[in-house]
């Protein structure tokens, strides 16, 4: 922790956060979608995203 606080200070997150941003990436590689840190996992948000992005 003492890594990440030194080297994200002043970055717009606080480090006592203790969660980061999640990221979904496509098959493709591009974003697919951004959750703020406080989104479970296992959010029917997450859940959604995750669906709409499976390869077929």
């Known amino acids: ?3 990440w ?3 994200n200070a002043g970055q717009g997150r ?3 956060e203790g ?3 999640k990221f979904l990436v496509a098959p493709d590689g591009t974003v697919a979608a951004r959750f703020a840190p406080q ?3 296992d ?3 997450v ?6 992005n499976l390869p077929a």
């Open 39 to 41: 989104t479970e996992p």
């Open 47 to 52: 859940v959604a995203a995750v669906e709409e």
């Open 43 to 45: 959010s029917a948000e």
């Open 19 to 21: 969660k980061p941003e």
């Open 14 to 16: 606080s480090s006592s």
């Open 1 to 3: 922790m003492r890594w």
């Open 5 to 7: 606080k030194r080297h």
